[in-house]
């Protein structure tokens, strides 16, 4: 069940596209796609122990409202980082989503 008062922090999701410069080149910027409210949870003691103490992976649970077309290829900056979408979970008949992301370096 969804608890909308748990999503008290912002996070951009941001996906990749191309633009053209001056010189005809093409470059890759990562571009908004939606600035929405989230609860963010930090990964459980069950992962971190099935890990074996390897989990420092910067694991973090985006929990969201349901919005279509989010994939893997997109991306999630929270305070700053920018968080590679791992995995997608729908909650419920798309009440939210559960993106998982790993910090990317």
């Given at each position: 069940?969804?608890?909308?008062?748990?999503?008290?922090?912002?996070?951009?999701?941001?996906r990749?596209?191309?633009?053209?410069r001056?010189?005809g080149?093409?470059?890759?910027?990562?571009?908004?796609?939606?600035?929405?409210?989230?609860?963010v949870?930090?990964?459980?003691?069950?992962?971190?122990?099935?890990?074996?103490?390897?989990?420092?992976t910067?694991?973090?649970?985006?929990?969201v409202?349901?919005?279509?077309?989010?994939?893997?290829?997109?991306?999630?900056?929270?305070?700053?980082?920018?968080?590679?979408?791992?995995?997608?979970?729908?909650?419920?008949?798309?009440?939210?989503l559960?993106?998982?992301?790993?910090?990317?370096?």
């Amino acid at each position: 069940m969804l608890n909308i008062g748990n999503m008290d922090r912002r996070i951009t999701i941001e996906r990749v596209t191309e633009t053209k410069r001056a010189s005809g080149s093409v470059a890759k910027v990562w571009a908004p796609v939606a600035t929405v409210w989230a609860e963010v949870l930090q990964q459980t003691a069950n992962e971190f122990l099935t890990g074996y103490g390897e989990a420092e992976t910067g694991t973090v649970i985006f929990r969201v409202r349901y919005r279509p077309g989010i994939t893997t290829a997109d991306r999630v900056t929270y305070e700053g980082v920018a968080h590679g979408i791992a995995e997608i979970k729908e909650l419920g008949r798309r009440d939210a989503l559960e993106l998982r992301g790993e910090a990317l370096k």
